[in-house]
T-cell receptor, first 112, second 112 residues
C-alpha cells in the first residue's frame, strides 16, 4: 500500500520567508510525528499528533514553528520568518500505535 | 530525559563480513528499541525492533540483542552485502512515552 508521502521534496526559500511543508500519513494511522534532521545527525523530535490534537509539541524550537492536523490525517508544518539555521531535512512519520513509526522521504529545506 | 549514544560513527567492512553497531541508553524506563536504515535521499526505514522483555531477536541476516542491566543494545548484520551500505540509527522509547530518542547514526560501508 501507499506509504507516508511528503511534499515538496525540496524547498529553497529566502531568509525571512514563510514556508509550509505537507505530510500525508498512511491511511488509518492516528499518530503523526514531525522531526528535523541535520547532516550527520539522527532525527530530532519536533511535534507529535494523536488524531487532530498536538499531544506533545515540546520539540518545537521556538514560536516560528507551528503544525496543524485539522482532520486527523494530513498535517502541515509551518515555519515563519525562516532563518538560515532552519535549513535541514524535515521528516514526517506516522504510526498506528504511537510506537512503530513509518517515515516519509522528507522535505529538504534550504534557506538562503 | 533519555540519552542514546551510538558507536561507531563509521564502519567499513568487506562484503561477506559481519557488522556490529552498539547503542547505550540512559533511561531505565525505556522498553522499546527500534533500528532504522536510511539510504541516501530517503527517510529512515524500520528494519528490526526489540522490546525489553526479550533479550534477542533475529530476522534473516539481521539480529538485535538487548542487555537491560547494562542498558545497551546492538545490531548485528551477518554476510554483509553492498546494498547494506547506508546509515543506521538506533532509538529508545521510554514506557508510556511515544517520543523516541535517536542515536547519531552509523554510516556502514560494505566494499564489494
Amino acid at each position: 500500500g501507499a506509504g507516508v508521502s511528503q511534499t515538496p521534496s525540496n524547498k529553497v526559500t529566502e531568509k525571512g520567508k514563510y514556508v509550509e511543508l505537507r505530510c500525508d500519513p498512511i491511511s488509518g494511522h492516528t499518530a503523526l510525528y514531525w522531526y528535523r534532521q541535520s547532516l550527520g545527525q539522527g532525527p530530532e523530535f519536533l511535534i507529535y499528533f494523536q488524531g487532530t490534537g498536538a499531544a506533545d509539541d515540546s520539540g518545537l524550537p521556538n514560536d516560528r514553528f507551528f503544525a496543524v492536523r485539522p482532520e486527523g490525517s494530513v498535517s502541515t508544518l509551518k515555519i515563519q520568518r525562516t532563518e538560515r539555521g532552519d535549513s535541514a531535512v524535515y521528516l514526517c512519520a506516522s504510526s498506528p500505535t504511537g510506537e512503530t513509526q513509518y517515515f516519509g522521504p522528507g522535505t529538504r529545506l534550504l534557506v538562503l | 530525559g533519555e540519552n542514546v549514544e551510538q558507536h561507531p560513527s563509521t564502519l567499513s567492512v568487506q562484503e561477506g563480513d559481519s557488522a556490529v553497531i552498539k547503542c547505550t541508553y540512559s533511561d531505565s524506563a525505556s522498553n522499546y528499541f527500534p533500528w532504522y536504515k536510511q539510504e541516501l535521499g530517503k527517510g529512515p526505514q524500520l528494519i528490526i525492533d526489540i522490546r525489553s522483555n526479550v533479550g534477542e531477536k533475529k530476522d534473516q541476516r539481521i539480529a538485535v540483542t538487548l542487555n537491560k542491566t547494562a542498558k545497551h543494545f546492538s545490531l548485528h548484520i551477518t554476510e554483509t552485502q553492498p546494498e547494506d551500505s547506508a546509515v543506521y540509527f538506533c532509538a529508545a522509547l521510554p514506557g508510556g512515552s511515544y517520543i523516541p530518542t535517536f542515536g547519531r547514526g552509523t554510516s556502514l560501508i560494505v566494499h564489494p
